[in-house]
Every structure is written in C-alpha cells, then in structure tokens.
C-alpha cells in the first residue's frame, strides 16, 4: 500500500453532527462511506466532496448489515475503517421508560454497530483495518447518569464489546478501539426533541461544569479519530479514549 492510496473508510449516522463532521475529516484523504436514513442529511453531507459516497439505509434492518458492506466494497474499493457512529437517545426516568423507545435505543447504539462489524470482517481482515465505536464519556468511570439509562446502558456495552472484540479479532489483524465523547455541540439535542433555546441552555450549563470551560466541537472528535484509526496507530487496541474537556472527572 502506497501512500497515495485512499483507504476505504464507513461512517454511520453520516447525515448530521459527528457523523458529518467525521465524513469531512476523513474525505480530505480517504473515500467515505456515509449511512443513514435521511437521504437528503446524507447528501448534503456529500455536497462539495467528490469523496464522500451516500447510502441511505436503516441500519437496524435485517440484511442492512451486509447491503452496507457490499456497497462501501464497490463504491470504496475497499474497507479499512468501520466507524458506528449511529446512535439514538429517548431521555426518560425509569417510570416513563416506553418500550419502543427502549429497544430502539438498543437497536441503533448496540445491535446495529455488532451485526454491521460482523458483516466487515472478511473486509477488515483484507485490509487490517480497525474499527471505531463512538461511546459517551457520561457512561464511562462507573459513572451514573439519571434520564438516560437505556442510553447509557447502551454505551456501557459498547465499551465492553470494544475491548472483547479487541482481543477476538488482534488474529485476523483487526484493531478495535473507541472514543468516549463528552457533551458535543452537535445538535442532537434539538434531534432528540429539545428547542433550540433548551438545548442552547443544556449546553451553557455543561460548559459551567466542566474544566475545560466548553463543551466539545465535532472537529475535535473527528482528529481524535483519525489519530486512532491511523496506520501509525497500530499499537492501540482495545483502547477507549476519553475526550470530554474533564467533564467525567468530576
């Protein structure tokens, strides 16, 4: 592999926030990969970056996994990065937890990253490629986290599966590692139903706490990304790195 070549690289959730700001990040110098459900989210994502290649697509559907992978394998060429960025949050106490939103929850941020990996492996093993798996700092540390239990139940796991798979898939030469994000200023508050003004506040009041004095950009997830799933980056696995300006210290 040359220097040159453009490495093959999947983005779920592409469509909006860190999702976007990944498939940026990563088309500067590799062929992207975005999946979503909103076809027009996805598409101006791609506006302007002949790299970036669109899929619209419900990852928690039977047979999605294997229509993402064959896709990116004829778009790509080739797959060296999965990243499961997708996620989903229904913020409620325990009394006003509903079903759906539950198992939908568990759907998007937990089975939908396992049976999309699981469908890459023959491609990741090609390539020795990594995958990345987006948590969330406030699930990381023991922490406890009221109205997003399911969430963060969710996060929890996938923690867990990235260390487990780290060491089932270091034979075929896959890394897999993780980055537990802090409050991003994203937009995914007002995506999970808040008004603008309500989450404008949400986010003034996580920057008061914590140390850093901000919440996160998009940007910065995305060069803690490409640090990690960069080849010089081999040594890493199992890895879940923090990046939360100090939020989960507290």
Known sequence: MTSKTRRGVIVTGGGTGIGRALAHGYAEE?????????????????????????????ITDPGSADLVVKTAQRALGRIDVLINNAATAAPAPLADIERGSAEAEVAV??????????????????????????????ASGGRAWPGFSVYGATKVALEFLTRTWSIELAPRGIRVVAIAAGVVESGMGVRM???????????????????????????????????????????????????????SLL
């Open 193 to 247: 139903g808040s008004t603008p003004e309500q989450y404008r506040a949400f986010l003034t009041d996580i920057a008061s706490r914590t140390p850093a004095g901000r919440v996160g950009k998009p940007a910065e997830i995305t060069w803690w990304a490409r640090q990690l799933t960069a080849q010089e980056a081999e040594y890493a696995t199992g890895s879940v790195v923090v990046v939360d300006g100090g939020l």
């Open 109 to 138: 941020n937990l089975l939908a990253p396992l049976f999309l990996t699981q469908a890459a492996l023959d491609a990741l093993a090609e390539t020795r490629g990594t995958v990345l798996n987006m948590s969330s700092s406030g």
């Open 30 to 58: 590799h062929e992207v990969l975005v999946v979503g459900r909103t076809e027009s989210a996805l598409r101006e994502t791609a506006e302007g970056h002949e790299h970036i290649h669109v899929l619209a697509a419900d």
